[in-house]
């Protein structure tokens, strides 16, 4: 009985992680549409967005959750990217 109480415990807490992921989406007022340069990867991208006060790899995240892009976030030259700006809630 514990070990069946112990694995919906783990469960419901894990199906919660994605929700606490990032709320620069979510909070976000728009995007600005880059195009991707050679040497650029999402951080570089993120860096040029980020003001002082924001922790950058919120920014990658939204990058990459806005994007549709998995955990390596490979980019290429050319490619388009939608970067959350303005208003953007930092937690």
Do not use: C
Request: glycine share 6%; charged share 20%; aromatic share 6%.
């Amino acid at each position: 009985m514990k070990m069946v109480l112990g694995i919906t415990l783990i469960l419901a807490l894990w199906s919660l992680t994605p929700l606490a992921s990032s709320n620069y989406e979510v909070a976000a007022k728009g995007y600005d549409v880059i195009k991707v340069k050679n040497g650029d990867s999402v951080w570089s991208i993120a860096a040029k967005f980020a003001s002082d006060k924001e922790d950058i790899r919120n920014l990658v995240m939204a990058i990459r959750e806005t994007n549709h892009l998995n955990s390596n976030a490979q980019i290429y030259a050319g490619q388009e990217l939608k970067v959350p700006v303005a208003g953007i809630n930092q937690q």
